[in-house]
């Protein structure tokens, strides 16, 4: 049986918000059971016709994207596919800056449908995606002089690693092989143009042939690097604790022998016993620190009760706007005063809805539980007490126990 | 505010925090109100730069001075340090400046946003070129302020004139320039000429990783909130969007008071715990102590010594926070409206006018502080513009200009970009803002431009005289 921190847990790491029912609900379920269950999220997308009807030119509202997203990731439908689609846009980065709203927006759906699937098709996919043209230059390189950009970042952030079994010379054949790809950037149309494609034999990973794209894909994925090196940074994501060679080899031998389908590595990495020990070795993300404290603030909308899109830039880190390839830094950075400054400035500024005021018991415990911490620090529940004690319940008591709980150091790790 | 002190809190005011009690040692310690805490020993032993060499400074380096007459050398150079002990690291060879030279020295960074025109900021003199293709932009060689034989200053930088100010012309990219200014941004921020492998950090906020102490905070941005130019590894930066930034450290009604106190609750210092929660506590409580910064501003002091308008009240902050020796060692301050396509002999002078009166006000606010010689002040913007004009405004470019005033050697340094050989009708960079960059490390903080710039440029000689 589950208990209440347990299920918490597994909500905070596979999912943004928790909402406060979300966790009483679950309590006394087989902890198993609720990882399948979390596993099973069908989660959301739209297919490109859906983009149909809607605007994706240069008078789109410069924030509509990130603030749609935010949006999802605040609803209490978040759950482990929002969280993957999270992951794999920091893993497979593109910046929005370098690309159109339309291909941005393309992009993001292809993550979402391939989210909970599989690692190859995604990959596939995200080899001749508009945006990862645009972004990595592979748009326009000419087969006798291709831009390296793409084939370097795909096999040393993507798929491999640095210098993980692979030379500068495969950098340079992997840039030939990926030529000949434009993208109209008025459509968004992603076009071969065969002429432009360097269509020689090329040795690439130690094998002289003509090569195209699918046996591209399968060459760098056989590398013995590629499933570990992929189920590693997922480990780093979900699961944060420290990571032996051995349980990285293993984890990669999941992904590969399920032929890189990912809920069989979802499995083996939230059933496994460093899962439940990682509980607050972890540390929020911005983006996932704003939806946390909108979910216990039961905001579901950006721009509504005082939150508004500035909010979210003022924390330095905005979807579809990573620092650089290598995605957001993934450490205790995202706790420091820069961010307590930033959060404090703005998301004090929030109204709390009657509905929470109405909803949670005025005492430290119940309104920690109710931002989704069940098992606080002594020092923490001492602080708020004492804080209570001092305003007073009736004098915006509970409002003061929401404000430290969200900017206490249990809220700012998960 | 001491009446509103609940009992749970002892006051911790210096008449009466002699008589608090200690807690039995089964509980808590008593909680000290985060807005008062204990005096914190001052860090910055200012070591004062002794009359050892003066630096010589070139024929050309005089002090802006607009009536051209009693061409002056800027006031008291500090010493050369180049016979100082150095602080070698294994990759650099050249002489650092001693590290107790630089202990306390401020660097403060005015970002023209939007591209200034080095063109109509610092004005080549006698130009033909520039009265013909630029003839709706161009100052003519009249109205400028004198500097040099080769160039004369753009007369709204008026502001300046009693103050020692180098030039450092021709700087921009000399590696395959952007004309976006997304792009180049990125490569300013992160001090990465090239544009390519972007570092996740920031120049600055690499510089503050060097710099970091035991105080709360390294480097903060003023007026523009977080900048990616100080993004940090290890230092803690903090943006500050506006003067009401940690308005919820000020706010003296009931509920923020507890609040602060319940944040100081829940961030003991007490070394307990490791990992991200302990972390997590410790921005907490660096929170509260750069609260003490925050208080200490004097508002009307700034309001009194700096004329109005945001840079110039933003400077002012910046001198209070300066003024407290509390371990800021780099402030990064924004300027914006300098893409100027239109219009720009209207709005560029006006910023320039902004910027000068800003400047010299801060430059005799830091003399009249005895701070002038541990503060160095600098520009930086994303590029120049064009040499031709456009229909009264001026586009995207590539080499700009950037200014520098404290402890400098006055005058123009670096080459002149060609006016007459262009690359695609850009200025061409004599001057990588990488080498700009090395010798702030090197020069002003003795920091070898290895550990913060991967191309490891060696620094400009001369500019920097500290």
Known sequence: MATAEQAAHLLRRTGFGIRPNDVAALAGTDIHDLIEERIADQGWFQSVEDAEGREFDDETEWDLLPREWMERMMSPDAGLHERMVWFWHSHFTTNRQETTHLLMWRQHQTMRRHALGNVKELARELLVDGAMLHFLDGDGSLGEAPNENLSREFLELFMLGRNAGYTEDDVRAGARILSGWWVDWETGEVHFEPEQHYDRPVTFLGDRKRWQLDSYIDAVMAMPSCAGHIAGKLHDHLVSTPLSAERREELGEVLRSSDWEIRPLLSELLHHPDFTEARGRRTRQPVEWVAAAAAAYDLTTVNEDGFDFWQVQQTGQIPFEPPNVAGWPDDDRWSSATQVMARANSFLNWEVPNRVINSVDPTPLAVLAYCGIFDPSETTVDALQRALDAQGEYDRGVDLLLAMSVLSPEFATL | ?466
């Open chain 2, 1 to 466: 505010m001491t009446d509103h002190t609940p009992s749970w809190y002892p006051s911790n005011t210096p008449d009466d925090s002699s008589s608090q009690e200690s807690p039995p040692s089964t509980a808590l310690a008593p909680l000290e109100d985060p807005m008062h805490p204990p005096a914190r020993p001052s860090r910055r032993k200012f070591l004062g730069f002794a009359a050892a060499g003066v630096a010589t400074v070139g024929g050309a380096s005089f002090a802006l001075n607009p009536n051209g007459d009693a061409l002056s050398l800027p006031g008291t150079l500090p010493g050369v340090s180049s016979d100082a002990p150095s602080n070698e690291s294994p990759t650099t060879t050249r002489p650092l400046v001693a590290s107790e030279d630089v202990a306390g020295r401020t660097l403060v960074v005015i970002e023209l946003q939007g591209g200034n025109d080095g063109l109509a900021t610092l004005v080549p003199r006698n130009s033909g070129v520039l009265y013909d293709r630029r003839e709706g932009v161009h100052i003519p060689d009249e109205e400028l302020l004198d500097f040099t034989d080769e160039y004369g200053w753009n007369p709204s930088l008026a502001g300046l004139s009693n103050h020692g100010i180098a030039a450092l012309v021709g700087l921009g990219t000399t590696n395959n320039p952007d004309g976006s200014h997304f792009e180049m941004e990125k490569r300013w921020w992160a001090g990465r000429s090239s544009g390519a492998d972007l570092p996740a950090t920031g120049f600055f906020g690499r510089l503050c990783d060097q710099l970091v102490t035991d105080q709360p905070v390294t480097g903060v941005a003023l007026g523009s909130g977080p900048s990616p130019s100080l993004r940090s590894d290890k230092a803690v930066t903090v943006g500050l969007a506006d003067p009401e930034s940690g308005w919820f450290l000020r706010n003296e009604d009931l509920w923020f008071q507890n609040l602060r106190r319940g944040m100081a609750a829940m961030s003991p210092d007490d070394g307990s715990g490791g990992g991200p929660l302990a972390s997590a506590r410790n921005g907490l409580s660096d929170t509260l102590a750069f609260a003490d910064v925050l208080n200490e501003i004097d508002n009307e002091r700034i309001r009194d010594a700096y004329p109005n308008g945001d840079l110039a009240f933003t400077l002012g902050v910046a001198a209070e926070l300066i003024r407290q020796d509390a371990g800021l060692r780099v402030l990064h301050l924004s300027h914006g409206g300098f893409d100027t396509h239109s219009d720009q002999r209207g709005s560029h002078n006006y910023l320039l006018a902004q910027l000068g009166d800003a400047m010299g006000a801060f430059l005799s606010d830091l003399g009249s502080l005895g701070l002038a010689e541990s503060t160095l002040v600098c520009t930086t913007s994303e590029f120049g513009r064009r040499v031709a004009d456009n229909r009264g405004g001026t586009d995207h470019g590539a080499a700009g200009m950037a200014m520098l005033a404290g402890p400098v050697a006055a005058g123009v340094h670096g080459e002149s970009p060609s006016l007459t050989r262009l690359d695609d009708d850009n200025l061409i960079a004599t001057v990588d803002f990488e080498e700009y960059y090395a010798t702030i490390a090197e020069k002003w903080f003795g920091i070898p431009s290895s550990e913060v710039l991967e191309s490891a440029p060696a620094p400009i000689d001369g500019l920097i005289t500290a």
